[in-house]
């Protein structure tokens, strides 16, 4: 193994922006834009627990930082910088080379420079710990207390691809699904290995939404994470939930977990006053993105899932819990 400074000259020391000091000294320096407020935020991820062992490292270098970047882009902040920590069990060149290119590819996409870090051996399987830096002008910021009864709750893109393709991948899709899925995992699993951060999405609702949530451990939970800070409820409609086109032929079941509870989505739910629809129509047709209104808020502490009949739907299928075995 190549010592730890060969390893990081190596593959994380591209250039940095003029004006930002990057790897290299004890700290990092980049200026902060007068009256914007920093928004950061981190993930780790582990082997065996956040991606399968045998992932391709390009992948693997784009979705460590697309997760963070999501997390800017449900606050409505600018990416600005990040920093990695890695733990590897081996330095293996090839390994290293395809997760910087995959990484560098979409940092340089929005403009977020790596800056530092940190790396070390690791006993154990590869983990990775990334850090991002942004700013956002702190009266637009996205909170998740800021939801207001009667908004409208909008989800962007499609839901149920990454739950699917995972559970394909881990083997647990039932053996009534089994004979479709590997077209099934064809089409689903970009979503898992290479999802699209809604970076400039977010930007934009920013100056109509209320409040905003990444899906990352699913819709219900996420969408609970904003009622609970904002104190308040919400009624969902199944029927107008946006699912991934290839789960259609799913089991009613298999469909409504993957959709409602199903992880690692990376599309933005959003709240917001009914007086905004027009700009969240204008922007999903500017920016190429579909938004689906899918529910209100409502000052009735529950969330209510209701069926294309009208039912609720009970009981809910349970988000990701990063503590369960
Ligand atoms: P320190 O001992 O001060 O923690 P290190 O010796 O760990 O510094 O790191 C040396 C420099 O390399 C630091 O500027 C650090 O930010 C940078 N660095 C370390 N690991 C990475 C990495 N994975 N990607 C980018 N920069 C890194
Ligand atoms: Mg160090």
Known sequence: ??????????????????????GGDDCALFQVTPGLALATSKDLLLEGRHFFPDVDPFLLGHKALA?????LAAMGAQPKACL???ALPAFDERWLARFADGFYSLADQH???LIGGDTTRSQAGIVISVTVLGEVDPTRAM?????????DIWVSGCLGAADVACRILAGELLDTEASQSVSLLTQTRQALEKPTPRVQLGRRLSAYAHAAIDISDGLLQDLGHILQASGVGASLQETQLPVHPALLGLSDMVLRRAVLAGGDVYELCLTA??????HFERIAREE???????????????????????QLIQPLPQGFDHFRD
Request: hydrophobic share 40%; charged share 25%; glycine share 12%.
């Open 1 to 22: 193994m190549g010592s730890e400074f060969d390893l990081i000259s190596r593959f994380f020391k591209r250039p940095v922006p003029h004006g930002m000091l990057g």
């Open 273 to 278: 006053a009914t007086s905004q629809r027009h």
């Open 67 to 71: 997760v963070n970047l999501s997390d």
């Open 111 to 113: 403009g977020c420079a």
């Open 288 to 310: 190429g993105i579909e938004l689906t209104r899918i529910g209100q808020i409502t000052a009735e502490k529950a969330l209510h899932v209701f069926d294309q009949a009208g």
């Open 84 to 86: 990695l920590g890695l």
């Open 143 to 151: 909170r998740r207390d800021a939801a207001q009864v009667g908004d």
